[in-house]
C-alpha cells in the first residue's frame, strides 16, 4: 500500500496531464481509471480528485469550442 505522499504525487502528475488532454484523451484516461478503480489500485480520494480534473479539462474544452 502507498503512504499518503506517494499518492499525492502520483494524483498531482496526473492532474497535469489531465489539464493537456484532448477529447480523445480523455477519453482513453477514463477507461484506464474506471479499470484500475475497480481493481482497487486507485482510492477513493485519488478518483475523486481525478474526477474534478476531468470534469474541469472537460469545461475547458467546451469553452474553447464555444469561441471557435
Known sequence: MRNREEEDADVEARIAQIEQMTLEQIAVFQGRILADI???????????????????????????LRRA
Do not use: F, N, V
Not at 40 to 51: H, K, Q, V, Y
Not at 53 to 60: I, V
Open 38 to 64: 475497480t481493481k482497487g489500485r486507485i482510492a477513493p480520494r485519488e478518483a475523486s480528485a481525478l474526477d474534478r480534473a476531468l470534469r474541469k479539462r472537460l469545461k475547458m474544452i467546451e469553452q474553447e
